[in-house]
């Protein structure tokens, strides 16, 4: 059994941080880290998860004034897969206590 691993980066406008809401917001992005979203027990291959990030999309993504929210990239791993923060707990703290969100497909 496999699981679909989507990882996405996130900006934040700091110009939206002052702005009233008058006029156009200001623009000023700076990229935050991103996020890990995974699909447990996934069969398929390539053209299955593209469908499944497809159908997805909508739960992941964000685009507003203040926040975005993007997909940039994606894989198929194995089952016991530790996602590079999942690993760092393991190793610092002996346990995971924070993984990725899990989504249904």
């Known amino acids: 059994m496999s699981k679909l691993l989507i990882s ?4 934040e406008n700091y110009g939206a941080h002052d702005w009233d809401g008058e006029g156009q917001c200001p623009q000023y992005w ?11 027990q996934f069969k398929g291959g390539e ?3 593209t469908e499944a990030i497809m ?3 909508s739960q992941i993504e964000c685009n507003n004034d ?7 990239g994606w894989e198929i791993v ?11 707990q393991l190793d610092y703290g002996g346990e995971v206590i924070y993984s990725p969100k899990e989504l249904a497909w």
């Open 78 to 88: 194995g089952d016991k897969y530790l996602t590079e923060f999942e690993q760092s």
């Open 30 to 40: 700076k990229a935050k880290g991103g996020n890990d979203y995974v699909v447990k």
């Open 47 to 49: 053209s299955a998860a």
């Open 66 to 72: 203040g926040f975005q929210e993007t997909i940039i």
């Open 8 to 11: 996405t980066q996130v900006h």
């Open 55 to 57: 159908g997805l999309r």
